[in-house]
Nanobody, 113 residues
Framework: VQLVESGGGLVQPGGSLRLSCAAS????????MRWYRQAPGKERELVAG????????NYADSVKGRFIISRDNFANMVYLKMNALKPEDTAVYYC???????WGQGTQVTVSS
């Protein structure tokens, strides 16, 4: 089983990034997926979730209206499009298949001028 995140980096406030998570080794299409993040000195928090078929999504209040979660069940991928980024979005971002307890290694997102 692997979940491999990519797409993180350094971006200026107001900028955008798209995170990707490639899944393998399990039946991706039948599980809901989530993105979490953890900032230095803070607990890991849920950012966004998407159901197995992609028909329903949910977001943390802090990112609602700025972030969009999506998935491609043919490609076994889940994405997080992040717009209007703020310095407080700086964190390591993780994708996970929460029902199976599978987590990726994370990708660093830094929002700074």
């Amino acid at each position: 089983v692997q979940l491999v995140e990519s797409g993180g980096g350094l971006v200026q406030p107001g900028g955008s990034l798209r995170l990707s998570c490639a899944a393998s080794g399990f039946t991706f299409r039948i599980y809901s997926m989530r993105w979490y993040r953890q900032a230095p000195g803070k607990e890991r928090e849920l950012v966004a979730g998407i159901t197995s078929g992609g028909g329903s999504t949910n977001y943390a209040d802090s990112v609602k209206g700025r972030f969009i979660i999506s998935r491609d069940n043919f490609a076994n991928m889940v994405y997080l499009k992040m717009n209007a980024l703020k310095p407080e979005d700086t964190a390591v971002y993780y994708c996970c298949a929460i029902e199976r307890g599978y987590w990726g290694q994370g990708t660093q997102v830094t929002v700074s001028s």
